[in-house]
């Protein structure tokens, strides 16, 4: 089975609502027809790479590529975990959880989107809580860290709601202006005083070689 050289495939983070998992081709054409729909208001770019701002088309390939790029680019020491987010079996949005040198630093990067007709219902609470247990509580990280532009309110209630600390700005170019995105820290005490969403991990310790240490227990 693929599976016994990939265990990634056999991981999974469910919440009440979600369940969070590597899709197979058909899931990763609906995460691709999702996002050729719309992502944002096009008046308004959220991220640091304007993806959003390609043809749909061009916007769905470009999903498939970046999702077979990082599995193909994975090492310990170097890892992008791209999870697709289903609710009720349907296709809502991904959820990214990523580090470097994780062994030494432990410390993860988050990043997400979701369809637009899926915005505003607390899904995103809900995959940061997931991917915030898989690194806190099963590979034993000891920071997360995010960020959003200052026009993203949306992102920034979802990590006040975790618990995410300020920890300071960075000036970026984007569609050829100057934006400041405020970065966002929490720390492994804040995530275990504001945990409120319940999370289930499966299939993770035929994982942990993969993502560096060896993990919590």
């Not at 469910?14 to 609906?30: F, H, K, N, Q, S």
């Not at 890892?79 to 040198?101: H, I, S, Y």
Request: proline fraction near 7%; charged fraction near 20%.
């Amino acid at each position: 089975m693929i599976s016994d050289h990939w265990p990634l495939l056999g991981l999974r983070l469910t919440t009440p609502r979600l369940e969070l998992r590597l899709p197979g081709a058909d899931e990763l054409a609906d995460l691709a027809d999702l996002a050729a729909q719309g992502v944002h208001d096009p008046d308004r770019m959220p991220f640091i790479v304007p993806w959003t701002d390609l043809p749909p088309a061009d916007r769905a390939r470009s999903v498939v590529q970046h999702h077979w790029l990082c599995l193909g680019n994975w090492s310990p020491n170097d890892w992008a975990l791209n999870l697709a987010v289903f609710e009720n079996g349907r296709v809502v949005g991904l959820q990214t959880v990523e580090a470097r040198d994780f062994a030494v630093l432990r410390q993860v990067t988050t990043g997400s989107w979701l369809g637009t007709r899926f915005q505003g219902q607390g899904i995103g609470t809900e995959m940061r809580a997931a991917v915030l247990h898989l690194a806190f509580a099963g590979l034993d990280a000891h920071e997360a860290a995010s960020g959003a532009f200052e026009d993203n309110p949306s992102s920034f209630a979802v990590s006040m709601k975790h618990g995410y600390e300020p920890d300071g700005i960075e000036l970026h170019a984007v569609r050829g202006r100057r934006v400041t995105m405020r970065r966002l820290r929490l720390t492994r005490s804040r995530w275990e005083q504001h945990r409120s969403v319940p999370v289930t991990v499966s299939g993770l310790p035929r994982c942990l070689p993969m993502f560096g240490p060896a993990g919590a227990t």
